[in-house]
């Protein structure tokens, strides 16, 4: 598949695989479902989908566990001149917890990015939950604008998935002198 470049400088996967951080709107029960905007970390599954690692007792975590319509915003931290002239990516789809047989995966894949973060349940408990993306509002900058087909934004998980671990080791091990 091609890769659609609506921006000169920034694909929306590119934003997406080079972000960690991002805003989540839920609708908020305890104000008549107005949207509330809430910054989280995340990371991004071969898929597309994202990962979320998410405190019991955040407002967020109440509003999508009653209702788990959500939007995420990412938005290119590059500095520039213009604000409105930043790519952002907005994904609107639904979370729900990650089923207890797969929290090993998306923890080890989440806690790579994240070390600090293994230490968070010790305080209040901590969940993994999988947002999964329905439909991808793309703005590469001012005036560049589209929703993003379907088949342009998600991914089949690559065929190298399984061996993921193994190519990391390899790069880091055998060509450390390359990689900065």
Known sequence: MAEMKISP???????????DEAVVSTLSKSTQNYPFGSFVTFASNTNR??????????????????????CITICDASLKQD??????????????KIAN???ESFGSRFF??????????LVHGFNFYLFKSIK???IGGFGQIAWLDDNDWRAAAPQWTKDELAMIN???EDHRNVIC
Do not use: C
């Open 136 to 138: 991808v509002r793309w």
């Open 9 to 19: 400088e920034l694909t929306p996967v590119e934003l997406f695989r080079s972000s």
């Open 101 to 103: 047989e797969e929290i």
């Open 49 to 70: 989908d994202v990962i979320l690692y998410a405190s019991d007792i955040a407002q967020h975590t109440a509003n999508f566990i009653n209702d788990p319509r959500a």
């Open 112 to 121: 790579k990015l994240f070390p600090n973060s293994t230490s968070y349940s």
């Open 170 to 172: 390899h790069m880091n």
């Open 83 to 96: 604000k409105q002239d930043r790519a952002r990516l907005s994904l609107i789809g639904d979370i729900t």
